[in-house]
Nanobody
Framework: QVQLLESGGGLVQAGGSLRLSCAASGRSVSSYAMGWFRQAPGKEREFVAYISRSGSSTGYADSVKGRFTISRDNAKNTVFLKMNSLKPEDTAVYYC????????????????YGQGTQVTVSS
């Protein structure tokens, strides 16, 4: 079983950047496909990005494509989400998720989830 801990959230002005980290413990993150999701107040949770176990395949929501980049450093047992050109509508709690089989844009297909980190983008 793997435990996931997100970090790197905070308050940033519109147009700014943040890098979120998802640190895995208990098992090697290389055993898992990983995803990032977010949930804004009063809204449903939505897919942000995913990356395959090897890192050779990535996918993004249309709303973040070209601004966000997902990556993984298996040696550090960590997955990252670099967020550039942030907008107020990116404000949300961001969650990482892990699955031993394949990457997906669907929250329910993942087996493990982190507690989330808050990202607030001011206008």
């Amino acid at each position: 079983q793997v435990q996931l801990l997100e970090s790197g959230g905070g308050l940033v002005q519109a147009g700014g950047s943040l890098r979120l980290s998802c640190a895995a413990s208990g098992r090697s993150v290389s055993s898992y496909a990983m995803g990032w999701f977010r949930q804004a107040p009063g809204k449903e949770r939505e897919f942000v990005a995913y990356i395959s176990r090897s890192g050779s395949s990535t996918g993004y929501a249309d709303s973040v494509k070209g601004r966000f980049t997902i990556s993984r450093d298996n040696a550090k047992n960590t997955v990252f989400l670099k967020m550039n050109s942030l907008k107020p509508e990116d404000t949300a709690v961001y969650y990482c998720a892990a699955d031993p089989r394949y990457a997906s844009s669907s929250w329910g297909t993942y087996d493990y989830y982190g507690q989330g980190t808050q990202v607030t983008v001011s206008s």
